[in-house]
Nanobody, 113 residues
Framework: VQLQAFGGGLVQAGGSLRLSCVASGRFSCINNMAWYRQAPGKQRELVALITGGGTTNYADSAKGRFTISRDNAKNTVYLQMNSLKPEDTGVYYC????????WGQGTQVTVSS
């Protein structure tokens, strides 16, 4: 299973970005799909998760600003990020369970103040 993430970049505070992550390869089914963030000098942390049934879970820092969604026909997970803050800066990694856990290569998000 390969995961390829798109959509990172440089944005000013208050702006928006949409991340996408496409899963390809051989797998029977994809269960949970998630986005993690690793800020400089910090551990990787969960930002948002969506189950196979569509239930979502967000880190407190993401609630009300970020929306995770998935398109099962395209094996793709999205993260819509609005009202971005400088503290959202980091490398964003997608993660899927199919059923083993797989990680994407990461996409850099930089929010300037």
């Amino acid at each position: 299973v390969q995961l390829q993430a798109f959509g990172g970049g440089l944005v000013q505070a208050g702006g928006s970005l949409r991340l996408s992550c496409v899963a390809s390869g051989r797998f029977s089914c994809i269960n949970n799909m998630a986005w993690y963030r690793q800020a400089p000098g910090k551990q990787r942390e969960l930002v948002a998760l969506i189950t196979g049934g569509g239930t979502t879970n967000y880190a407190d820092s993401a609630k009300g600003r970020f929306t995770i969604s998935r398109d099962n026909a395209k094996n793709t997970v999205y993260l819509q990020m609005n009202s971005l803050k400088p503290e959202d800066t980091g490398v964003y990694y997608c993660n899927v369970r199919a059923p083993s856990a797989y990680w994407g290569q990461g996409t850099q998000v930089t929010v300037s103040s």
